[in-house]
């Protein structure tokens, strides 16, 4: 990680409250963390790679906040670009970590987990692994379901997002009418797509409705660029531009 990067993060609020951090790197498109600044502390929606601690650090000094005015790490899914640096954030203080039932035993090492099935147009972005892409173990203290409920943003609202990985999750923050998807839906050239490189297309495919249903303006993706106004529909209407 360069010093331009730990001095100037890419932070843009994209709701009130609600903050985007870009993760540099060459490994992902348009890799995004998310910070929530409420009364309570600050919520951490996934942390980039193992090596994103400092910048996400760096990014909280942009708000005024410190290591220690994080209290919840949410993570929407296993793989190493949003679990990366959890194990370490979650050592700063009593940092609540939350994953998805189904994702739960993969982020915390007991298991690995399943790798996804490649379309043809996948495999010429990222080739075949045999390897699942897991980032460091970090414990798990609260594994969430659909319909769940968060004490922050206004009661924010676990969406069960399976496809991408077997537990996936978006989150509903009522507070800023916003929904942060992970990687079950990602922004691509300017089209909002059906996210890439799942274990179960058609159960992403199916996850779509459930995430548009929360009729969200805002919306901030895993990958790619937030979209400001009329998230929801773009959502819903996702085209699936990697299928077979």
Known sequence: MTSEHLSAPDLHEI????????????????????????????????????DSAALIESALRVLGKGRGDVVRVVLTHFHEDHVGSAAEIATWGRVEVVAGHADAAFVSGAERGPLPVLTPAETEIHPPSDVPPHGPPCRVDRAVRDGDVLDFAGGARIVGAPGHTPGSIALHL???????????????????????????????????????????????????????????????????????
Do not use: M, Q
């Open 15 to 50: 709701a009130p409250s609600l903050h985007r951090l870009r993760i540099p790197g060459d490994g992902a498109h348009l890799l995004n963390s998310y910070l929530w600044d409420g009364d309570d502390g600050v919520t951490l929606v996934d942390t980039g790679w193992p």
């Open 174 to 244: 009522p507070d800023a009418d916003a929904v942060l998807t992970g990687d079950a839906v990602a922004e691509f050239h300017g089209t909002v797509i059906l996210g890439a490189f799942n274990v179960d297309r058609e159960e992403a495919k199916r996850s779509l409705a459930r995430i548009a249903d929360t009729g969200a303006s805002v919306a901030g993706f895993g990958h790619g660029e937030a979209v400001l106004d009329g998230a929801h529909a773009l959502i819903r209407d996702a085209p699936d531009l990697l299928g077979a």
